[in-house]
């Protein structure tokens, strides 16, 4: 028996036409977008259009029928270039989408799948709260029902929620406090909110240190009232099925991780091979070669951990451990790679015209978002049978 680790046709033919798009369409233009601190509109259409937010889901739903493998790839390769744009697919598709297709009725898969699948419309993850960052159990967002009307009714704040504020925002996904257990515990259900229901408010986009051309914001609930049929999933499962959503979400922004990676591969790599310095190009010297080794080690081990957990994923194995581990060990590379990109690249390192500014100012996050650092360590104990 022997061992293929290689891509399928299908799924390296998605890469190198999502690879082909970054280059070509998303690399002369987002480092303007960044600067300014714009959203990119006609490049997220651009990647509707090729149907890359509906990679993982059903044709019947809108979607293209492939799998979470396909997902990855693709925001690998568009963070290789650029990770704004990639965090806006991955947050659109891993914590918009995903939730109303894992928990939704039909009739709400009918009803907003296929127009987030299209690129239509963004959906948004309205969990994390200013007093609840990685104790999201934590939550203070209320939902009481009207029992005159069954209207849900809630109140709450929500913050550095992703997508949730561009003007083609649909629908924020939001985890609320619906009651009490026996056990006094909260019960905590989650709801669609529409964008535009009266008392839903957004605030202005955050000052960020990186991902500069992508949307988040704070958003709060006063007296919010959306029917009874907003509520997704079963009543009181809200903080279990946000837990499955995130352990996905973390092979996702694994990759993206890995993809960020691999650009600060590639940006050194081109400017080692080009840069003179004492009547040779930096890459002649061994140390500048042993970073570019080191780096390349990196960004490839990462790829090998998130594809191990995307593999496990769609084979419907367990899959908490590995996801976590691809996403400590990705986005740690990730700030790591960041570092060296613009030590390689000196002074040109410091300026933003140079993507590895980029780089470095988005690969932070990395170790924060979806989980941080801390949180994985913990969850990989939990799996190993210790704390």
């Avoid at 739903?61 to 965090?87: F, T």
């Avoid at 390349?296 to 594809?307: G, I, S």
Wanted: charged share 25%.
């Amino acid at each position: 028996m022997s061992l293929d680790h290689r891509l399928s046709a299908e799924h390296e033919e998605l890469r190198r036409t999502v690879e082909e798009f970054a280059q070509k369409a998303v690399a002369p233009k987002i480092g303007e977008f960044y600067e300014r601190h714009e959203f990119p509109y006609e490049i997220v259409r651009q990647m509707g259009e090729m149907g890359l937010f509906g990679l993982p889901f059903p044709e019947e739903y809108g979607g293209m029928g492939g799998d979470y493998l396909a997902l990855c790839l693709a925001l690998e390769e568009l963070a290789r270039v650029d990770s704004s744009v990639a965090i806006t697919l991955e947050a659109g598709v891993s914590l918009g989408a995903m939730p109303v297709f894992r928990f939704g009725t039909e009739e709400q898969k009918r009803e907003w799948l296929p127009r987030l699948c299209s690129g239509e419309l963004l959906g948004a993850f309205g969990l994390t709260e200013p007093e609840c960052g990685s104790d999201a159990g934590g939550t203070r967002t209320t939902a009481e029902r009207d029992e005159k009307t069954g209207e849900w009714v809630i109140n709450g704040s929500k913050c550095f929620i992703t997508n949730s504020g561009t003007d083609i925002t649909g629908l924020v996904t939001v985890t609320a406090v619906t009651g009490r257990k026996d056990d006094g515990s909260p019960r905590i259900s989650t709801i669609i909110v529409p964008s535009g229901t009266p008392g839903f408010t957004v605030a202005a986009p955050y000052s960020k240190v990186g991902w500069n051309a992508s949307d988040t914001r704070e958003l709060s609930f006063s007296d919010v009232r959306v029917p009874a049929a907003n509520l997704l999933g079963e009543e009181g499962r809200g903080y279990a099925q946000f837990l499955r959503i995130l352990d996905e979400g973390r092979i996702a922004i694994s990759a993206l991780a890995t993809g960020l990676a691999q650009g600060c591969v590639d940006e050194s790599v081109s400017y080692a091979n080009t840069r003179q310095a004492f009547g040779k190009p930096i890459g002649a010297n061994q140390a500048i070669q042993f970073k570019l080794a080191d780096m390349e080690m990196r960004a490839h081990t990462a790829r090998v951990a998130w594809r191990d957990a995307a593999s496990r994923l769609i084979l419907g194995e367990p899959f908490k451990k590995q996801a976590a581990l691809a996403k400590l060990y990705s986005s740690e590379i990730a700030v790591t790679n960041a570092r060296e990109a613009t030590q390689i690249h000196g002074g040109y390192g410091f300026m933003n015209e140079y993507p590895v500014a980029r780089m470095w100012r988005d690969s932070k996050i990395l170790e924060i978002g979806e989980g941080t650092s801390e949180v994985q360590r913990m969850l990989v104990a939990r799996e190993l049978g210790v704390g």
